[in-house]
């Protein structure tokens, strides 16, 4: 049997003797003399004593982490501290130097320092090579950071400088398009929507075996695909109701039953999917967050007369990358016709601007001198303001107030309507955003409020 003052720490099947006691495991060393678990067994692995680990004997004496002798050519120094006060090199990067293994005499900025090894990728674009992306980056005037995410994605660096089209969003590893429901469309009703074969469009519930709690969604894919994207995505911390049970409750604890796939098209299957929340009641007893269907937490978009399902979507049907997209759309001001290429965009920022008889070489330097936020020229100018107009030269029109008019009904304007049927306002605002007619954006929540 191995006595206290012979072993380091506990291995599997060692037994501690201390005082002339048995101990079976660690653990039951530590509730005999009130110590912590982690703090005997670190204690033990950085090299005390069992006595000293349970506080049988004095702690050994700390070692001064500078109390070492660094020879140089300037001469002999008996710790890190000495050194830096004759130096003038602070402890601490002293200390660094060293442990990435450079000389002395280096660490203390006697010799020249050791070259920096360059991390940097070069990358060949039509024939010419550069050593790093942010060199191919400024040599077509785009955004490094954007250019690096696109080779990241598997663009070439052709692709990458938009020298060549982009590749298509669903490809295989060799680059070419591959086939995916998302690509298959029809029009039905002035609204594009995806399209698919008999059995393609189906309602699931995900339940979780712990609590019974439910998770109801649509998919047009292969369900255990979908139910891996819910495991995935709770793996990378999404912070939807749903996803933080996943991950409280452990993904294995859910599993994926499908209910129907008897829709013909997406629309059928948003209004089944909306019912069987309904029926379920999921949003207040499970796990979904919006009611489903048209409703649902996807915003439809409208460009030419045609409502897109999503921004997605609508991107995919132009051919413009979805992230572009919704970047040109949501933050930059876009409209959905210049978002998706069909109309030019005007460049306000690179023309000259002439207001009052006086020229300015850009709308930024003209924003400047009339004291108005750049931004806030440029929202007024997407809104379709007039320069004067957005520089606070000329006042600007002023906006008929729209009339709603809803079974046979006038209101003033959307507040109205809204109280009439005890919402609120932005709710209701809302709801029409994102592109539901006034029945659509109306009858679900009036539903809700006479329950």
Request: with cysteine; glycine share 8%.
């Amino acid at each position: 049997m191995l006595r206290v003052n012979e072993i380091g720490y506990m291995n599997k099947g060692t037994r501690l003797v201390i005082e002339g006691q048995v101990f079976a495991t660690i653990r039951q060393a530590c509730l005999a003399y009130g110590v912590v678990e982690g703090t005997a067994a670190r204690r033990m692995r950085t090299g005390w004593s069992v006595r000293q680990a349970f506080g049988l004997d004095p702690k050994p004496k700390r070692k001064a982490h500078n109390a070492i002798t660094l020879a140089s050519a300037n001469g002999i120094y008996r710790s890190i501290r000495a050194a830096s006060a004759a130096t003038g090199v602070e402890e601490k990067t002293i200390q660094i130097r060293l442990s990435r293994g450079w000389t002395v005499d280096q660490a203390l900025e006697i010799d020249s320092l050791p070259k920096r090894e360059t991390t940097r990728t070069k990358v060949s674009c039509e024939g010419v090579h550069y050593k790093s992306v942010s060199a191919l980056a400024r040599a077509f005037d785009l955004n490094e950071i954007g250019v690096r995410k696109r080779l990241y994605r598997g663009w070439s660096p052709e692709q990458a400088v938009d020298l060549e089209p982009p590749p298509p969003r669903f490809r295989d590893r060799e680059g070419n398009k591959r086939n995916h429901p998302w690509l298959a469309t029809r029009k039905i009703n002035d609204r594009l929507v995806n399209d698919g074969p008999a059995g393609s469009f189906k309602l699931y519930v995900i339940k979780n075996s712990t609590n019974s709690k439910e998770y109801v969604g649509i998919t047009t894919g292969d369900l255990k695909a979908r139910l891996r994207g819910h495991r995935r995505a709770a793996r990378t911390r999404e912070t939807s109701k749903f996803y933080r049970a996943m991950r409280k409750h452990g993904v294995k604890n859910f599993e994926i039953v499908l209910l129907r796939d008897d829709a013909t098209n997406i629309i059928e299957l948003e209004e089944q999917e909306y019912q069987e929340i309904e029926k379920r009641n999921s949003r207040k007893k499970g796990y979904n967050e919006a009611p489903g269907g048209s409703y649902s937490t996807s915003k439809p978009i409208k460009i030419e007369g045609i409502e897109y399902p999503s921004y997605a979507a609508a991107a995919d049907h132009y051919g413009v990358q979805p992230g572009t997209f919704n970047l040109r759309v949501s933050r930059l001001g876009w409209s959905p016709e210049e978002a998706a290429g069909l109309r030019p965009r005007r460049a306000y920022g690179r023309h000259q601007i002439k207001i009052n008889g006086k020229v300015y070489k850009s709308l930024k330097s003209a924003a400047e001198d009339q004291g108005i936020a750049y931004k806030t020229v440029f929202k007024r100018l997407s809104d379709g303001w007039s320069v004067e107009q957005a520089l606070g030269v000329k006042p600007p029109k002023r906006l008929a107030r729209k009339i709603y008019e809803f079974k046979g009904k006038k209101y003033q304007s959307q507040r109205e309507l809204a109280a009439a049927f005890g919402l609120k306002a932005a709710t209701l605002c809302q709801r029409l955003a994102r592109g539901a007619t006034l029945e659509e954006a109306l009858q679900p929540l009036s539903r809700r409020s006479q329950k």
